[in-house]
Each structure stands twice: as structure tokens, then as C-alpha cells.
């Protein structure tokens, strides 16, 4: 199965420029936090809420003596859903009058900031089949959210659109399709590129680093949500649309 993921990454993609991979695990580098909060509102969101807008918590030990309670993220519609209906089926109090909120990333950071010692201190919850994959293509326990970003195999470089940014997909199968897709005008680079695997939770760490010497590389970046987040979000719009319409 690892073979396969690296076998339909290989493929190249079109307008593709390469750019230095070490970059990009130099600690030194940052974004401000308008930067930062640009990036994130790119990303839809799934929290768990009660009618008075509290969004479902975790506990998370910041130190030996503090203890913080922090909203849990999930970045995956169906993880959500799948979390609360398991919760209805328990029994759980929470569940009685709980429902999902979509919200946009930087939004939920920016609260954090100002009300937690660190934003950082969110608890993430990833797509189940997208930690199944990375798992199997860097054969080891993955913790955080998965991203997958293209690489010349060769070179060991990232890779970058011709609009001069740094994908980072949250779904491997959506990075395969936009590779597939460019086969057929590629193919002389089907073995030299390849899927790297890193963590979402990572990448935020390193915007956010303190020491900002050069940030060219993480400024780059932009997230790709789940072509199946975006698709949920869509339907939500096609199913509001009626009811406002009657309204009128």
C-alpha cells in the first residue's frame, strides 16, 4: 500500500518550480500573527457546541502545575458527526442539546490566543482514514493531524505551484488526484516525485516560533482542506438555500 502512495504522487505536476525541502524544518523561522491567522482562515473547522455556544473541551497539561481546559477541533466533518452520534447512543449528557459548529480555523485561534497561555494548546482531531494512510507511508505511529505535500524524490525538495505556493493537503487521496490528473502531460517525471508526510500541528508550531529570522518558505504554504470537507460545506449551502429563499 506504501508503494502505491508514492507510485501515484510520482507523477509531477504541472508549473512546478522546486524549492530548498531543509527550509522548511529550520527552526528559526515565523509568521506575524496576522500571517498566521490569514493561513488558518483557509481551513474549515468542526466543533462541538452547547446551546449556550461552549464548545466540547479536553484537558491538557501545560506544566507540572497547570492544567488548561481547551476545545477540541476536529478538521474532519465526518469525525464530528461520527463522535456525536456515538455520544447520542451512550447516552451522554453532552449530546442532549449538542450540535456542530463550522467555524474557520483562524477564528477559533484567535479566541485561544487571547483567553489560553497558548493557542498551540488546542486539541486537534484528525480524519481516521487519513492517519490510517500516513501511518502506512512513513510506517510509524503519526501524532497530529496529517498533511501531505509533494517532493522531488531526487532532489529531496519540496515542490511548488505556478502560482508560487506550497500545498499542504489534508487528504492524501485529494493530492493523488491533482497528480493523476497531470500524467498524461508528465510523464517523465512519474518516478521523481513523491508524497512527504508531516503534521499539521508541526507546520503551526513553526509559524508561530518566536525566533523569526527568514519565513520565505512558510509564507508560502497554503492548506488544502479535504475535497470531502468542502463538499459537506457545500451541501450545508445547497440545503439553506430553500428555506431562505421561502423567507423572502
Known sequence: MQGIFRRLASTGLAGMAIVSSALLAAPAWALSEQQILEKLGQIPVFLIVNPEGQSLTASVNIDEETE????????????????????????????????????????????????????????????????????????????????????????????????????????????????????????????????????FETILQSMSAEDAEADQLLELIRFVPSSQTLEYLRNLSGEAAPAESGEQ
Open 68 to 199: 488548561l481546559e481547551v476545545p477540541i477541533v476536529f478538521v474532519d466533518s465526518q469525525e464530528a458527526e461520527s463522535f456525536l452520534a456515538e455520544a447520542e447512543n451512550e447516552g451522554e449528557a453532552l449530546a442532549d442539546d449538542a450540535q456542530i459548529a463550522i467555524l474557520p480555523l483562524s477564528d477559533v485561534y484567535a479566541e485561544a490566543s487571547e483567553q489560553l497561555e497558548s493557542a498551540e494548546s488546542l486539541v486537534y482531531v484528525p480524519s481516521a482514514r487519513s492517519l490510517s494512510q500516513a501511518t502506512q507511508i512513513v510506517d510509524q505511529e503519526i501524532q497530529g493531524v496529517p498533511l501531505y505535500a509533494a517532493v522531488d524524490l531526487e532532489s529531496n525538495q519540496y515542490l511548488l505551484t505556478s502560482d508560487n505556493t506550497l500545498p499542504m493537503f489534508f487528504s492524501l487521496n485529494d493530492l493523488q488526484s491533482q497528480v493523476s490528473l497531470l500524467i498524461e502531460a508528465n510523464p517523465g517525471v512519474a518516478e521523481s516525485i513523491g508524497v512527504e508526510v508531516t503534521t
